[in-house]
């Protein structure tokens, strides 16, 4: 959830961001909530961390991301009493470059993320159900890593990936706990989405986050940044991004030998 500061934003920016939002399925508004208001801002929320979900989430790339600077990202999740799922997502992406066959399938969805002070970007991702089980066994060694993705996303991640690497290539980085709790607060009238993620450092991001169509964009962030602006939750402070602090982190960790 977030502002989408038009004050601040230049018109060509805004034009690029209006163009995307044509092409996308949907929009997701985040903010990540700095340390030292976590603990203020669960509680101006009213935010129950019992209510949450435990999930684990794993990236697989090279320890000098490859696959990062190649604009691909490979994901797996555990998730507590429901299947898990397993992501071949492209980003950044522009929507009018990929096929038409890619834009018809099911599975697959373009999605803008918005965070304050203007920044945005496209994904495209492939998204497809996998058994928990099967994550644990790839995190154990007991399983390769291609066997998580169906062939199609087997043949997106080929199509984008560096020539010649391949899925089973990858190193896995994490896994990472995390807690999610979908709630609604009173007031605000739509549905807000809390991840806090911990990192081996003892680091924690909490985001919250809200989708929308994007024809309903620039409204919702509006009403979403006065309604944490009333409750004295910063809209615009320095902001977090969970994959990129999650891929730093244990590249870090990988070229180090730890």
């Known amino acids: 959830m977030t502002e989408v500061a038009l004050p601040i934003m230049s018109s060509k920016r805004l034009g690029e961001l209006l163009a995307l939002f044509k092409e996308a399925d949907s929009v997701e508004l985040k903010l990540s909530v700095p340390d030292v208001d976590q603990r203020s801002a669960v509680a101006a929320l009213g935010m129950d961390p019992l209510d949450a979900q435990i999930r684990q989430v794993v990236f697989f790339d090279t320890p000098d991301l490859a696959l990062d600077r190649a604009g691909v990202v490979v994901r797996a999740r555990r998730v507590q009493r429901r299947p898990g799922d397993a992501v071949v997502k492209l980003r950044p992406v522009e929507p009018k470059r990929l096929s038409p066959s890619l834009r018809r399938s099911p599975d697959f969805g373009v999605e803008v993320d918005a965070m304050p002070g203007g920044s945005f970007v496209a994904s495209g991702r492939l998204k497809a159900p996998v058994d928990n089980a099967h994550v644990r ?122």
């Open 137 to 258: 066994d790839v995190l154990a060694g007991w399983r390769p890593i291609r066997k998580l993705f169906t062939k199609q996303q087997r043949d997106l991640f080929a199509a984008h990936a560096p020539e010649g690497l391949e899925l089973d290539e990858l190193r896995a980085l994490g896994p990472i706990p995390i807690m999610k709790l979908k709630f609604s607060p009173g007031e605000y009238g739509r549905r807000l989405v809390a991840e806090l993620w911990f990192y081996p450092d003892g680091g924690r991001i909490l985001e919250l986050s809200t989708k929308c169509l994007p024809g309903e964009a620039l409204n919702v962030a509006a009403e979403s940044r006065a309604f944490l602006g009333e409750r004295g939750i910063d809209v615009g402070g320095v902001q977090q991004t969970k994959t990129r602090t999650a891929l730093t982190y244990f590249s870090e960790q990988l070229s180090s030998g730890g």
